[in-house]
């Protein structure tokens, strides 16, 4: 199990940590992929445009592989579920522990004026979507380890109060290292939402790719691997994610001697970039104007995720005691 929240643009960041590792565990396990709506309520001013980015974040998601057939791919808030399993969890969560996590600070650093019981109480609802379908294996990066840790306190503080329900969740990638993409700049990683003219994006335009790699950092001349700068590494790791191996060794070998021109190796990634991202960003634009199809995906996800939900609310009654007749 796992989730996205709809606010910002999905980018190669999200496809290489995230969506890539979607695609091929529906070929192996019962998965269920979720558009956070209701995690975004807690930072979201302005909800108009709320269906906009719900239906492009379920379109990009299925242009880059899922298949709505094989997985619950659903919206949380069409599993009213999720909330009373939420509200069961709220009476396991302590408000001091809440207080310190590192996204809750942040938040608090960021909107000063909107901090709200929701920001407060997030990692309960992120452990409520996982532990809605007692899932076990979550394909989540090392930026959200401390949520699924609390998510593990949950289920064994309800599994020692009540019974055993849950299993407890860990992330899971296939035993590989989770890739982690920079931004163009080299400060920090891509972003839904910062740095925009440093971060590519599945939406992003042929022209709009080639212009933001055209303005990558980078640095003059070349020399030692070991002492290659991190804007550069980040150039040859995009080249080998989106290109070919045999290309980039052709630019290594150039930076080795001393000789590399970055605005071939530019050039050269900019157009393999346009033929990774393009098919992707046509295949989501066509699905998002398909209301029709849309519509029919998110009702049946809500249909596979409901049908799982169910069970584990009736199994977490049982166990808390709430069954009166």
Known sequence: MSGIRPTGFLHLGNYFGALRNYVRMQEAYNCYFMVADLHALTTLKETPELKGHVRRVLA?????GLDPDKVALYC???VPETAE???????????????????FKDKVRLQPQN???GLLTYPVLQAA???????ALVPVGKDQEQHLEMARNYVNRFNQRYGEVFPEPYAFNFG?????VPSLDGAGKMSK???QLATLYLSDDDETIR???????TESGGGSVEQMPDSVKNLFQLMRLVGKEEDAEIFMGHYNAGTIRYGDMKKKLAEDMVTFISPIREKAEAIRNDEVYLRRVMEQGAEKARESAKVTIQLAKQAIGLNYY
Do not use: C, W
């Open 85 to 103: 399993l939420y509200l069961f969890l709220n009476m396991l969560a302590y408000v001091g522990e809440l207080e310190k996590t590192p996204t």
């Open 115 to 117: 901090v709200n019981a």
């Open 211 to 217: 212009k933001k790699i055209s303005k990558a950092k």
């Open 60 to 64: 990009e998601n299925i242009a880059a």
């Open 76 to 78: 949380q808030s069409h």
């Open 129 to 135: 979507d996982i532990m809605l379908h007692r899932a």
């Open 176 to 180: 590989e290292e989770l890739v982690k």
């Open 193 to 195: 939402s910062e740095n």
